[in-house]
């Protein structure tokens, strides 16, 4: 089965329960198969998480995602994209099963 994005992060069935209407097929685009370390708001641990590739997201997965951690956080969403654009928007690997890619030559 192909795939839609040259790198994704598979939704486990937690991740599917959180963000499933979001990404029906259960594939996120990330930019890198790799984790990386990082202190997310609300939360004492740091945590691994993958870092969500926005510019091969839809118009309507950006202002979904927008609309649902601006009314999560009470944060508006302008300022929640600006964060975005900064850092990133992690996925927290707690919530996938993998990652995959179709980019070999990250290998060599």
């Given amino acids: 089965m192909p795939h839609q994005y040259s790198t994704w992060a598979y939704l486990n069935d937690e ?4 963000w499933g209407e979001i ?3 259960g594939e ?3 930019r890198s198969i790799l984790t990386q370390e990082a202190s997310l708001e609300g939360i004492k641990e ?3 998480v993958f870092i969500v590739a926005w510019e091969e997201l839809t118009d309507q997965q950006k202002t979904a995602i927008l609309e649902r951690l601006s009314k999560k956080s009470g944060a508006s969403k302008e300022v929640i ?3 975005i654009q900064k850092i990133g928007l992690p996925l927290r690997e707690k919530y996938t099963n993998g990652a995959g890619t179709t980019r070999p030559g990250l290998f060599f």
Wanted: aromatic share 12%.
């Fill in 46 to 48: 740091s945590e691994r």
């Fill in 28 to 30: 996120v685009p990330i």
């Fill in 81 to 83: 994209f600006r964060d």
């Fill in 23 to 25: 990404f029906p097929n």
């Fill in 15 to 18: 991740g599917k329960k959180l």
